[in-house]
């Protein structure tokens, strides 16, 4: 671990007091609310969810059907709520994340740490209470997962953090899933398996052009302990593995040949980006490539599950 890294967290209990004293002049909006949840990640946690619910075999009343959706959506903006009060002190350190609520002094740590856990609770008893207990006990599994295995361990200890961290980020096919059907079967997991795959290259497409700010927050990411040509080659290698992951649906019989034709050129394209990364002299390019892939990725993903939804048997149009 870095210097940088070690008086970080010598400095940690100063800095949260720092905060403390800013947000007294800087009271909290409702936006920066709103930003604790993580938004743009919301969005894509609650297009992934959705799509596991669509595609599940069985009925579901509209409304359970919302709520289920809400659920996981208040679970993912409450995971992001807590992660963000545990990083706080390298969000300070970070230009890609100083300006968050609670490093930019306009929010108390303690105060996003109690919506973080309110919300947490909140959103699996009401999947409970409302949906089911095994969507609940998905929900409960994937926001104790982010706190505890990704932010709190993996992400400041080992550069495979986002390799294990990111099966965080793919329950909400799963949990949509048990939310239809009450259990986890194949299906599931193949689309669990596609976002847990889909996750190294997309995050160590930014991670390489923000290499300079992880290493001055000293946050152990692949480029920094590595270096480039190891990340672009485990890049490569992860990109390669979502052509069978991402044409199961068709083959396992909740896709059909629309959905195959679609994911493979999907692939096709991802897998050019990932070469055109590896070719790159991200020094003299300013990472243009790599800042292509990060985009084109999560694209990649939203256009994959739209295609899978209506290309479906399960849904209601299939």
Same mark, same amino acid.
């Given at each position: 671990m870095s210097d940088t890294a070690l008086d970080i967290t010598e400095t940690k209990e100063n800095d949260a007091t720092d905060y403390v004293a800013r947000a007294g002049h800087y009271p909290a909006e409702v936006k920066d609310y709103v930003a604790l949840l993580k938004p743009r990640v919301m969005s894509l946690v609650v297009f992934s969810g959705m799509a596991g619910l669509l595609v599940a075999p069985g009925e579901m009343h509209p409304l359970l059907a919302a709520v289920a959706i809400l659920c996981i959506a208040v679970g993912s903006g409450a995971a992001g709520a807590i992660n963000m009060w545990y990083d706080r002190d390298i969000d300070l350190v970070m230009a890609r994340t100083k300006e968050r609520p609670i490093p930019a002094g306009k929010m108390n740590p303690d105060e996003a740490l109690s919506f973080g856990v309110v919300l947490s609770f909140a959103s699996v008893f009401l999947m409970a209470v409302a949906v089911n207990y095994a969507a609940a006990a998905l929900l409960a599994g994937a926001i104790l997962f982010y706190v505890f295995i990704y932010t709190m361990w993996l992400k400041r200890s080992t550069p495979q953090n986002i390799v294990i961290g990111g099966a965080a980020g793919a329950f909400p096919p799963m949990i949509g899933w048990a939310a239809v059907t009450g259990d986890v079967s194949w299906e599931p997991i193949v689309l669990f398996s596609l976002i847990f795959l889909w996750t190294p290259p997309h995050f160590w497409a930014l991670a390489l052009f923000r290499c300079k700010d992880y290493a001055k927050a &000293?946050? %152990?990411? /692949?480029?920094?302990?590595? &270096? +480039? +040509?190891? #990340? $672009? $080659?485990?890049? /490569?290698?992860? #990109? /390669? #593995? /979502?052509? %069978?992951?991402a044409a199961a649906p068709t083959f396992l019989g909740f896709a059909g040949w629309i959905y195959f034709t679609v994911s493979l050129a999907l692939n096709l394209v991802f897998l050019a980006a990932a070469v055109a990364v590896m070719r790159e002299d991200g020094e003299k390019t300013e990472y243009k490539q790599a800042k292509r892939m990060f985009g084109f990725s999560i694209l990649y993903l939203f256009m994959l599950f739209a295609v899978l939804v209506m290309d479906s048997p399960n849904t209601l149009w299939g």
């Open positions: &000293g946050v %152990p990411m /692949l480029p920094v302990v590595s &270096g +480039e +040509e190891a #990340t $672009k $080659k485990q890049m /490569l290698f992860y #990109t /390669l #593995t /979502l052509f %069978p992951i």
